[in-house]
Each structure stands twice: as C-alpha cells, then as structure tokens.
C-alpha cells in the first residue's frame, strides 16, 4: 500500500487527510493519508525513514519554506515563490529523490481569477510567508499589482497603521495569507479600516474554517465581494496529485 500525508504543526484544522483518504476509498485506490504533526522540521528525515512506502507529501504552515533544504529538485513554481507545498518522492538508483512544487499558485489563481473585474488591478497581501509568497506570483501571473502588508513590515511593505484612506482606495483586491480569524480563534481578524473597504473591493481569505471569517464577514457586511479559501484548497489537491503522478 503507497502512503500519502500532510507535514505541519498543527494540523488539528487539516482537510487533506479526509479529502484523500474519501478519493481512494471512492476510487479503490491502495493507499492511505495520514498526518505528520512535527513540532520541528528538523524531524522531517524520521518521517522518510520510518515511511519507506510514503510517495507524496503535502507541506502546510509553518515549513512551507523550511522544507526547501530538504530537497533534491525544485519545479519553477516553487523555485520562483521560494515555497513548497507538494513534495513527490521517487527511488533514485536506490536512494530517496524529493522534488518540491507549489500547488498553492495554481489553486489560488484559477479560484480568483473568475472574480476579478477590470477596475481592480491592485491588490494588499496580509502577510508574508510561504502561501503570501505564492498568492503573490500568482496575481503577478493574472496582471495585478501586489504590495505585501506585515505587522514586521521589511522594505517594500507596509505595516497595518500604514493602509491609509487613499491606499484602500487604490488597492480594491485584499487577500488574507494570515493565520488570524482561523478556527478557534474566530473572533478575531486583520487590523484594517474596514469602513473604507467598499462594494468594488473584493477580499479573499485563504482560511476555509470557518467558512466566513471575522475579516469575510466585515467586508460582506460593507458590500464587498468575498470569497473564502475552500476552493482553493480543492484545487490544489488536485493538482498536487498530478504532480505526485507525473514525470516532470
């Protein structure tokens, strides 16, 4: 039987364990999914060694990047993000073979694609790790402009007590990358002014649990288009089983 799992810490929130083990038993496919709760990265190796049948791993928060060392190969995607969220795992003339994607940019770009209109060509990313990295490239793909926002802003970003009247008018796309607002913690979200936040903005949380977050919610409440990150996530499952199975 092949083995498939998910690397994080926590993953008390995780989908992809019930999403791939329902496609096998659904498919009759031989394999399982489980869960790889490391509270280090530096417990990676233990996994591989005591999994000698696991073919695939999926990577979410916080080791998305840190992973990275692990790897023999990088696909474009995730060398150009800096971020992997897919890992496939090969036997090479007898030793292990890990090659890194990142499924995220895919997922991320085909849901929010359909939303977009043509006045909104400026987008905020809260946050800025792993999955920020690939939202980013992946507005790049689609022609917007994107400037991250970070409680620690570096250069070129901007801090929360920076997003200004005149900025929320300018950037009419907002994604949240941030863990804040994520199942327990549901009563909070992003410190913006949410009052200057209107109907030609469009705010899209990468978080699915709860379905609509504090931060959905506010911005639904001032007519603005919302989408949570559910679908997302479906699609790059999908896509990341494609890359567990290709040849590239």
């Given at each position: 039987m092949e083995k498939y799992g998910l690397?994080?810490?926590?993953?008390?929130?995780?989908?992809?364990?019930?999403?791939?083990?329902?496609?096998?038993?659904n498919e009759k496919i031989d394999a399982e999914f489980v869960n790889f709760e490391i509270p280090s990265i530096d417990s990676f190796p233990d996994i591989l060694a005591e999994n000698t049948n696991l073919r695939g791993l999926?990577?979410?928060?916080?080791?998305?990047?840190?992973?990275?060392?692990?790897?023999?190969?990088?696909?474009?995607?995730?060398?150009?993000?800096?971020?992997?969220?897919?890992?496939?795992?090969?036997?090479?003339?007898g030793k292990l073979y890990l090659k890194g994607f990142n499924s995220d940019i895919i997922g991320f770009t085909r849901s929010i694609e359909p939303l977009l209109?043509?006045?909104?060509?400026?987008?905020?990313?809260?946050?800025?790790?792993?999955?920020?990295?690939?939202v980013y490239h992946g507005l790049q793909k689609l022609g917007l402009e994107s400037t991250f926002v970070s409680r620690h802003p570096q250069k070129d970003m901007l801090s929360y007590d920076q997003l200004y009247p005149?900025?929320?008018?300018?950037?009419?796309?907002?994604?949240?990358?941030?863990?804040?607002?994520?199942?327990?913690?549901?009563?909070?979200?992003?410190?913006?002014p949410?009052?200057?936040?209107?109907?030609?903005?469009?705010?899209?949380?990468?978080?699915?649990?709860?379905?609509?977050?504090?931060?959905?919610?506010?911005?639904?409440?001032?007519?603005?288009?919302?989408?949570?990150?559910?679908?997302?996530?479906?699609?790059?499952?999908y896509a990341g089983w494609d890359y567990w199975h290709s040849e590239d």
């Open positions: 690397v994080g810490y926590p993953l008390g929130h995780s989908f992809s364990r019930d999403f791939f083990n329902e496609k096998f038993a999926n990577v979410t928060i916080p080791y998305k990047e840190k992973i990275i060392s692990y790897m023999d190969e990088l696909n474009e995607d995730a060398r150009r993000i800096g971020a992997v969220n897919v890992v496939r795992i090969t036997n090479h003339k209109t043509p006045t909104q060509r400026k987008a905020l990313i809260l946050g800025s790790g792993g999955a920020s990295k690939a005149e900025i929320i008018a300018e950037y009419k796309v907002i994604v949240n990358c941030t863990p804040v607002g994520m199942f327990p913690h549901t009563n909070e979200c992003p410190d913006l949410y009052e200057f936040i209107g109907s030609d903005h469009l705010l899209y949380d990468l978080i699915y649990n709860p379905e609509e977050t504090l931060f959905l919610k506010k911005g639904r409440e001032q007519g603005t288009i919302i989408k949570n990150g559910l679908e997302m996530l479906l699609l790059q499952a």
